[in-house]
Nanobody
Framework: VQLQASGGGLVQAGGSLKLSCAVSGVTFSRYSMGWFRQAPGKEREFVAAITWSHGDTYYSDAAKGRFTISRDNAKNTVYLQMNSLKPEDTAVYYC???????????????????WGQGTLVTVSS
């Protein structure tokens, strides 16, 4: 199983980035997908999730209104569109896969079965 995150980089505050996570080795359409991030010296935190069944989306308070998670089952890929970026969004962003995940536990790292390697997002002020 591989989750390959990409799309990170350096962007100025107020700018946008779109992260991608390509998944292989599993039946992607059966997995709910999540994005998490981890800033230096901090714990990994939930950003967004999208369910496998109906494409329902969930966001952290920090992401709500600025970030959009989406998926393309034909391409086995999940995306995170990030707009109006702030310096406090600087972190390594990880994608994660949760087999047939449902319910309200998407914000918990323990809910996920597989993780990608992360992609660094740096937002300059």
């Amino acid at each position: 199983v591989q989750l390959q995150a990409s799309g990170g980089g350096l962007v100025q505050a107020g700018g946008s980035l779109k992260l991608s996570c390509a998944v292989s080795g599993v039946t992607f359409s059966r997995y709910s997908m999540g994005w998490f991030r981890q800033a230096p010296g901090k714990e990994r935190e939930f950003v967004a999730a999208i369910t496998w069944s109906h494409g329902d989306t969930y966001y952290s308070d920090a992401a709500k209104g600025r970030f959009t998670i989406s998926r393309d089952n034909a391409k086995n890929t999940v995306y995170l569109q990030m707009n109006s970026l702030k310096p406090e969004d600087t972190a390594v962003y990880y994608c994660a896969a949760d087999f047939m995940g449902t319910g309200s536990r998407f914000s918990l790292t323990s809910q996920y079965d597989y993780w990608g390697q992360g992609t660094l997002v740096t937002v300059s002020s």
